[in-house]
């Protein structure tokens, strides 16, 4: 199961509110093949669906869908506030790499046969 701050559940709910969402609209998080260190976060506005775990902050959801929960499991939604990249963050406890990106990361051994991730916090597309 995932957790979700204050801060995320308060800039969902502005997002939601933003796009006029339709009632029981939640935050979609997926886990996807590919990015910088094999895996990647996907984040969209979506319905709860059949075998999806939703966990409801502050009177909004945050939903996973049910292939990408053991990868999330534990982590935690925040929203970032910077001058350069604000947005939605995962702080992800299964993540044994991740680029500077922030959106990709290599899951602990034994989770995905994904090829090997780059340096911790090294910039995705950097040459090697």
């Known amino acids: 199961m995932i957790e979700a701050t204050a801060e995320a559940a308060a800039e969902l709910r502005l997002l939601l509110a933003e796009k006029e969402a ?13 990015g910088c260190a094999g895996l990647s976060y996907a984040m ?5 669906g059949a075998g999806d775990e939703v966990v409801e902050r502050d009177g909004v959801l945050f939903v996973v869908d049910a292939a990408s929960a053991s990868y999330l499991n534990g982590s935690i939604v925040d929203y970032e506030h910077s001058l350069n990249d604000s947005g ?13 990106c922030g959106t990709s990361f ?10 090997p991730a780059l340096p911790e916090g090294e910039a995705c597309g950097a040459e090697g």
């Open 106 to 115: 290599e899951p602990a051994k034994g989770r995905d046969g994904a090829g």
């Open 88 to 100: 939605f963050k995962i702080r992800n406890p299964n993540a044994v790499r991740s680029c500077g």
């Open 22 to 34: 339709p009632a029981g609209t939640g935050l979609r998080l997926t886990v996807e093949r590919g």
């Open 44 to 48: 969209s506005l979506g319905m709860p």
